[in-house]
């Protein structure tokens, strides 16, 4: 009896997939996108003293991925790529990441998910954080890229001087100095600075009143939505209000990962009470691994090696959930999957037209659906400058291949020294080659004397690679455009002496 209930369930959702242009109503999308949040981070990914019950929730009534993957080991790009379903080099958003002063931006020419769904008649909002440029006039923010509303700071959260704010309250100092000589962190309302500086101890109330309130504004008048919150945790200075402040046994860390994931409560019980909740597609993931020369404020990346700005496992591969009750059957996956397979996963659901460029991202229906092993065969890893010698590693099913190593700033302080900066670039020939399934600590090198049987796994490694770079045309640098302090946002642009003088409430 058992059987015939699953089978029952698999063939409903195969044809409610399949129908696109039915009757039925359109799906709405969240993509929730944590920061600098580890593999290792979240309890129902193994850590034993992280407080995130409605992500715990969401993860035991859902698809949990164990070989998710974003495609940069660094904020900007990643984000570049989730939103395109395009490598970042496709983009042009590398090197490293966009400054409050950089005249680049994500291209009006990529196509964005926003941008995908405005055709069928989607409602579109973002609120956090942006990191993709401000640009000239303002033109690369999300109102200029297919978003109808934006609340949030158009960049990384640290990009201001932070030494003076409150992170926790009741006025406890934000830890570290962040960026100094730029303005302060701006709050935006779509291409309207709010407030500078930003008020971290009422950031997140703001941004989850404005989630559930697109939610059952979009419920009320009938039409599906789409929504993006790439949240600022648990990304440095860590930061809490008094909900969560002081209450998580991790610290500022764990606080900050509270209030996060308290958002992702309050975003799911607006679903249920606006009636949309079993026509919502949720996806959880984080934009890379942590930020490991923060010690324990930078995140955990559990047993993978190094994390964030590295191209070892800690620094891309990502804990990643897939929510929709009644239509996604919970359970865990080892399909390999990326955030580049959002944008079509999510245009195939919709039954949305793709852009007509080359995406590299796959449809994930079969996993999300079947539980199959999905359309994806490999990953590959771009270093935060993929400009100087190209891809560093391969991923091909269980086999990855790393023709460079080099460690990062970002990923210091940790015992394994291949992690730290002082690991210089270094050219691998033959490559290393691990075996993820056994090893996805990435320890044991198979590209040896004594393992000459690897040797067929190279080649195929090799031509996959080989194959992938011959497609591969980079756009233009955007990072290097360069920077003009003239766009930095400022609330009072006429007013003398800047950067200090930009403040406003």
């Excluded at 990529?110 to 941008?115: F, L, R, V, Y």
């Excluded at 942590?290 to 190094?306: A, D, E, F, H, I």
């Excluded at 659901?349 to 490999?378: C, H, N, S, T, Y």
């Excluded at 700033?409 to 399934?437: N, R």
Aim: proline share 9%; hydrophobic share 35%.
């Amino acid at each position: 009896m058992d059987h015939f209930y699953t089978l029952v369930f698999v063939v409903a959702n195969v044809l409610s997939y399949k129908c696109v242009g039915c009757s039925l109503p359109l799906p709405n999308f969240i993509i929730l996108f944590a920061d600098d949040l580890g593999f290792g981070d979240l309890s129902s990914y193994g850590h034993p003293s992280s407080l995130t019950p409605n992500l715990d929730k969401i993860a035991s009534n859902g698809l949990r991925f164990l070989d998710f993957y974003s495609s940069s080991p660094i904020c900007s790009p990643s984000r570049a790529a989730l939103l395109t379903g395009r490598y970042q080099t496709r983009s042009g958003v590398y090197p490293f990441v966009f400054v409050p002063a950089s005249r680049g931006g994500l291209p009006l020419n990529e196509t964005t998910i926003a941008e995908v769904l405005k055709p069928s008649g989607y409602a579109t909002a973002i609120v956090g954080k942006w990191h993709l440029g401000v640009g000239p006039k303002r033109m690369y923010l999300p109102t200029n890229q297919g978003f109808d509303h934006y609340l949030g700071v158009p960049y990384a959260h640290n990009q201001g001087p932070c030494q003076h704010l409150t992170c926790f309250p009741p006025d406890i100092k934000c830890f570290g100095m962040c960026d100094q000589g730029s303005v302060a962190v701006p709050l935006m309302a779509n291409t309207t600075i709010k407030q500078q500086p930003v008020n971290f101890l009422d950031l997140e109330k703001a941004y989850s009143d404005f989630a559930t309130q697109f939610i059952s504004m979009s419920a009320r008048r009938k039409q599906p939505f789409f929504l993006y919150y790439p949240s600022h945790h648990t990304h440095y200075p860590q930061f809490a209000g008094k909900g969560t402040a002081g209450k998580s046994p991790r610290g500022p860390f764990g606080d900050a990962l509270m209030e996060f994931d308290s958002t992702v409560g309050n975003v799911i019980q607006a679903l249920k009470d606006s009636g949309v909740h079993n026509n919502t597609f949720v996806f959880f993931t984080s934009d890379n691994g942590p930020c490991l020369m923060r010690k324990s404020r930078g995140g955990n990346g559990g047993l993978l090696k190094c994390g964030k700005g590295t191209t070892y496992e800690g620094g891309m591969r990502e804990p990643a959930i897939a929510y929709w009750p009644g239509t996604i059957r919970p359970g865990v996956t080892h399909a390999l999957a990326s955030t580049l397979d959002l944008l079509p996963t999510i245009a195939g659901l919709a039954g949305a037209k793709l852009p007509r460029v080359q995406l590299d991202g796959f449809d994930m229906r079969d996993i999300l659906f079947k539980q199959g092993p999905g359309k994806r065969e490999a990953m590959f890893y771009y270093p935060i400058d993929p400009s100087e010698h190209g891809l560093h590693a391969v991923r091909l099913g269980r086999y990855k291949a790393h023709y460079y190593t080099e460690g990062s700033f970002l990923s210091g302080t940790t015992p394994d020294q291949d992690c730290h900066e002082t690991a210089f670039l270094k050219h691998h020939d033959p490559p290393l080659l691990f075996d993820l399934e056994a090893d996805p600590s990435e320890n044991y090198n198979l590209a040896t004397p004594k393992h000459p049987e690897f040797k067929a796994v190279l080649q195929q490694i090799q031509d996959v690679k080989a194959e992938f770079e011959e497609g591969m045309v980079f756009g233009e640098a955007q990072m290097r455009k360069g920077i003009d302090p003239a766009l930095e946002p400022c609330c009072t642009p006429q007013c003398s002496p800047k950067p200090t003088c930009c403040t406003c409430s």
